[in-house]
């Protein structure tokens, strides 16, 4: 599998994408409304991606912070996960016709997305 990229949910847009472009030197990937008041950006160099969510609530540090890994089948990833254990959250969701993904808990708690982008 492949480390595609990390989210973080942030209470300021603009400052954030100041931060990650101005500071850190990524660009923005792409941009998109993602309901009433929700946003997601995504930003790079080529490879591993920050995706930054807007409009999710409040935001307390380290609380919304996920990691995102590509599969080659979300179906065999999930299977893998149930047979060793883990409790997989919902079931494949794909918000437009070019991803889909699933979300899974690792042993401390922490979101991880599996996600195949076409």
Known sequence: MQFRHVTISVKDLEASLAFYQDVVGLEIVRR???????EIVFLGSGGTEVEL??????????????????????????????????EVEGDIVSPNPQT???????PDGYRVQFIIMD
């Open 100 to 106: 889909r993904f699933f979300f899974v808990k690792d």
């Open 32 to 38: 998109m409304a993602a309901g009433p008041g929700r």
């Open 53 to 86: 969510i807007s409009g999710g609530g409040e935001v307390s540090p380290g609380a919304g912070i996920s990691m995102g890994f590509a599969a080659e089948s979300l179906e065999d990833t999930m299977a893998l996960l149930r047979e060793k254990g883990y």
